[in-house]
């Protein structure tokens, strides 16, 4: 057992050091802002390996996508400072036990983190099909039950939303979709396109749709610019 985790543990070790390296840079030196960026990309990408662990710790993976979300939360707010605020009445629905189509607008990767945010307990995620082999998320969702959609393949797709509605049906259980289908990138409050699979699912679940908006955060991560500073985003969730 201990030569199984001793490369696992030595790299996680040399990864934590280095982000500590980072930071004591990033604190030493704040009008060098790549220090910070680099920084808080490591902090951030570090909360992955918590989701990794848990499922391999054989915990549920309701239980284990629910504890990875909380995970995510308190990292983001005390490692890199970014917090979700969560409009009154969002968090009421957020936690309600009837089942929901969730659909967000995507921004950037740092809405990994914010899920951790509005995660319900008994929740699942939809997702490209090619995450499944990213290292690390792409273990973790495919441990932990993610509906990966081939968007190639419609015939694949349509029978994935069919499982996934079947599933909501069974076991009570809200799914989280991104209907935009990629990320915007963009410095403006705006939308891409919606794919129509969020529809699909709802209208084969039964299950009403739950719109989720975080406001634009171009100020707090801005890729192009390579710009990741702290803040507060807000969040609003409902229908109205």
């Not at 393949?153 to 499982?163: I, P, S, V, Y």
Request: glycine share 6%.
């Amino acid at each position: 057992m201990y030569a199984l985790l001793y490369y696992p543990l030595v790299s996680l070790a040399i990864y934590i050091s280095i982000t500590l390296v980072f930071l004591g840079l990033h604190v030493a030196l704040p009008s060098v802002q790549i220090l910070g960026f680099i920084f808080r990309c490591l902090a951030a990408y570090l909360t992955l390996l918590t989701s990794f662990i848990l499922r391999v710790l054989n915990l549920h993976y309701k239980y284990a996508q629910y504890t990875t979300a909380r995970a995510f939360k308190l990292i983001s707010r005390y490692t890199i400072g970014v917090k979700f605020s969560i409009a009154p009445g969002g968090e009421a629905l957020l936690t309600a036990k009837r089942p929901y189509v969730i659909v967000a607008n995507h921004q950037t990767e740092l809405d990994i983190l914010f899920l951790g945010w509005i995660w319900p307990t008994n929740c699942s995620v939809t997702a490209k099909r090619s995450l499944a082999y990213v290292p690390l998320l792409g273990w973790f969702m495919t441990l932990s039950g993610a509906i990966f959609i081939d968007r190639v393949d419609r015939n694949q797709a349509l029978k994935a939303f069919e499982g996934a509605a079947r599933v909501m049906r069974e076991l009570d259980q809200s799914v989280l979709i991104f209907p935009e289908g990629t990320r915007s990138y963009s410095a403006k409050p705006t939308l891409l396109p919606f794919k129509k699979g969020a529809f699909h699912l709802a209208v084969q679940s039964g299950a009403d749709i739950l719109p989720v908006v975080a406001e634009n955060y171009s100020r707090v991560l801005n890729i192009k610019a390579k710009r990741f500073n702290s803040g507060t985003i807000r969040v609003k969730g409902g229908k109205d």
